[in-house]
């Protein structure tokens, strides 16, 4: 589908014409979904069976279309699509992280009062979309572009940051050769502080290395992540 005729679509609230400028993609967003899921797994914040791809990128997808008017003009289809994959991912994670910590607690814990954040439905995930927490495009592209972003970090190494969004800004420019000025939009920071968070994540990343005597020989890569060892 031309790029005219997907942007029309959104604009016009043609769904079937969205859902088929979106099918070209899909096997990307799977994949995108797949790395981070092994990520928060192998982090502890979900367990094997809790979710799958196909629920984030499904999720994404109706996220997506919901918010298509956040869509800055600049931003590629496919960089909205990772980007709030990316995002909705986070989202459902931290959505199940919070009710296996709640099946946790003691069932003579207080009861959240109305209105607590933590018991609203839609808290995790639209929380990134709050108007207040909205960066603008023009937010972002001052600056020079991370160049951080340009030296690739070994795949099983971006599992091992603690950084999220440093990692999954690494993930997508690397791996799925997103834009940086997309990327810094999908993280809701600007270049500049995206570098620094980039930056600081490398280093934090090589003294652990260093304490811990990190040794990649015989480690496999990530599921579905191409061998950046090379």
Do not use: C
Request: charged share 30%; aromatic share 6%.
């Amino acid at each position: 589908m031309a790029d005219t005729t997907w942007r029309d679509a959104l604009s016009n609230g043609d769904k079937d014409g969205f859902r088929a400028a979106v099918e070209p993609h899909t096997d990307t967003l799977l994949a995108a979904a797949r790395r981070d899921l092994s990520y928060y797994k192998a982090k502890g914040k979900i367990g094997e069976q809790d979710l799958t791809p196909t629920d984030i990128v499904g999720e994404a997808i109706v996220q997506a279309w919901d918010r298509r008017d956040r869509l800055p003009e600049e931003m590629s289809l496919r960089g909205w699509l990772l980007a709030v994959t990316h995002r909705a991912g986070r989202g459902l994670v931290a959505r199940q992280h919070m009710l296996d910590t709640d099946k946790a607690v003691s069932l003579d814990a207080p009861v959240p009062t109305e209105g607590d954040p933590s018991d609203s439905a839609q808290q995790w995930f639209w929380e990134w979309y709050q108007p207040d927490n909205v960066v603008t495009w023009e937010e972002i592209t001052p600056g020079a572009v991370p160049t951080d972003l340009a030296e690739p970090v070994d795949g099983r190494l971006l599992d091992l940051m603690d950084d999220e969004d440093a990692r999954g800004a690494l993930l997508l420019h690397q791996e799925f050769d997103m834009p940086a000025d997309e990327i810094a939009y999908a993280m809701g920071t600007s270049l500049n502080e995206l570098a620094e968070r980039i930056q600081g994540a490398r280093v934090t990343l090589q003294e652990r290395m260093n304490s811990e005597g990190v040794d990649l020989e015989g480690t496999a890569l990530p599921y579905g992540a191409p061998n950046q060892a090379g």
